[in-house]
């Protein structure tokens, strides 16, 4: 783990779609723009949105359509507003968030956050596991450990670069409307009916209780910081006319991508409505019951496969851009950086274990259970995400002229007001018919302290930048320049030079050589990693070993032939622990150290033994690549 030494967010990937090149065509240029809508548009389209789609669908028909819509226009707002601070103030939500509150403030952000991410990977998992469980038989609890394969997808994708990431995730939307479409037109729905349902009303209470669920489960908070640092990655000028239209193109991708979730959630809420609803099964909430039960209805069991194939595509779209948003969090709030693999690795097993041991301990009959769960646990989060960006575009301090104007401010919000409401309704509804059980006093307890700290986290992110009067304080990476004392650090007496017998070797100890005098000291390393020798040590002598300590010998040789000063020592076990123990021990001033460009997996199997000796050495390290 180390210091994120940039500000700029997904630093990898920042600023790499060029739309200002000369040679593109002035469309070109304008599309260039569009993209990261479409990967923030996939959690609007998760498998946590299915089981209240479905519920409102086959217990209300068409009624409940106008709530998708509404609440597909608040989301557009809200999202737009995200894209509106990456744009003119290049930050991202956890970097502003980490400008403006104080520490430990921002910490409790930061792990709700990681919490909203964990739960929505929860849900992407359980939807994939249940999608492959579908269409192979598959059992479920195998669905879900296949699930964590995708990291290496994920990792392969990023290496294309973000514009085919966001081709891939785009042709994953393609997928899951097609399946849709077709589905319908199986089902044939009255044209008529469903219009009807675009105009607002509510039927029951029940009514009331789904179309919360759909509008709470609609604006996702890791959605919210990962939109905010995607449009970074788009290269413009910084003039206002530049940031103007930057701002025009990204709600226009926003609204498209956006609408094109609205059309996937309709469809799903359709289907159900006119395949379950029309034929009195208005019990149907669950994916797997509505999979079971569509080829009865549609006379084709087609149409089913092609309900876990959508599934399946939703699943992976969405837990690819929650990494992303994972990423993003960390860097913004904690400004560290750890490998890609071991974050998606941590994040994928964070969501894997619990619901893995729910099947293994209830049966998979509780899945549907802990998808809930699952959104509940992101509802509970939104408010911390939404009320911080709204005082963040807000600001003129920091917006200058691209200050949202009063009447969205205010639509905000009240959109805010509603979306907090409905969550905290519909979680202090779950709460209540746990308090009504008898027993668990300790849990009882524990969740009202929780909801007291959760309450007054909420007024203090509200109130804390109303009251700030002082500017935001910047995230500075570097402190304040001071006048240089120039005193050059003389040549090193002792070097130390680490071989692994390949080309490399030969560019190692030239480097090594320009670093010294005639006066100086060279001890070459190279540690022996065969079985024998991590057993016996010193003791070894195996073929490996002896082979080892001969061309080491003859390097050494050779470098007394030229005049130079040099020895030689054979390490024997861990490379990391061996090295920084000889160098240690040694009083080595500057250890020179080749790097063979590992990538990916083979990073991950070889250690990063660099990065690792760092930590564990005084020493300074030259790292001479094997491409230069």
Known sequence: MAKHHSEISLSEVHNSVDTTAPNKSRWRRILAFFGPAYLVSVGYMDPGNWATDLAGGSQFGYSLLWVLVMSNIMALLLQSLSARLGIVRNRDLAQANRETYPKKVNFALYILAEIAIAATDLAEILGMAIGLQLLTGMPLIWGVLITALDTFLLIALQRLGMRKLEAFIIGLIFIIAMSFLIQIIVAEPNAGEVVSGLVPHIENDTALYIAIGIIGATVMPHNLYLHSALVQTRKFNRDDASIKKALKLNF???????????????AILILAAAVFYKTGRSDV???????ELLPQHLGSSFAAKLFAIALIAAGQSSTITGTLAGQIV???????????????????????????????????????????????????????????????VSDKKTMGKFVIKPWVKISAWLITVVLVYLNARLIV???????NTPGNLVWKGLIILGAIGFVILLLYTTIYPLQKKKSAQKITIHDTPKNLELSPVPHYGKIAITLDFSELDEKVINHALAQGTSDSGYLLIHITESVAAGANFGESVDDETLSDQQYLNDYVQQLKDKGY??????????????????????????????????RGIKDLIYGETINQLRHLIKAPILIVPAKS
């Open 330 to 392: 960390m860097e913004g709030y904690l400004r560290l950086r750890i490998n890609p693999i071991v974050r998606r690795l941590i994040t994928r097993l964070i969501a894997i274990v619990p619901a893995a041991l729910v099947i293994l301990i209830n049966g998979e009959e509780d899945v549907d259970s802990l998808l809930i769960f699952s959104q509940v646990v992101l509802s509970m989060q939104l408010g911390f995400a939404i009320i911080p960006l709204i005082h963040f």
């Open 285 to 291: 909430g669950e994916i797997k019951q509505a999979y």
């Open 252 to 266: 226009i991708d926003s609204a498209v991508a956006l609408n094109m979730a609205l059309l996937v959630n309709a």
């Open 565 to 598: 000063q040099a020895e030689g020592k054979l390490g024997f076990g861990n490379t990391v622990d061996s090295i920084a123990r000889i160098i240690n021990e040694s009083n080595i001033e500057l250890l020179v150290i080749g790097a063979h460009g590992h």
């Open 429 to 435: 509804e779950q709460a209540m018919d746990f308090f």
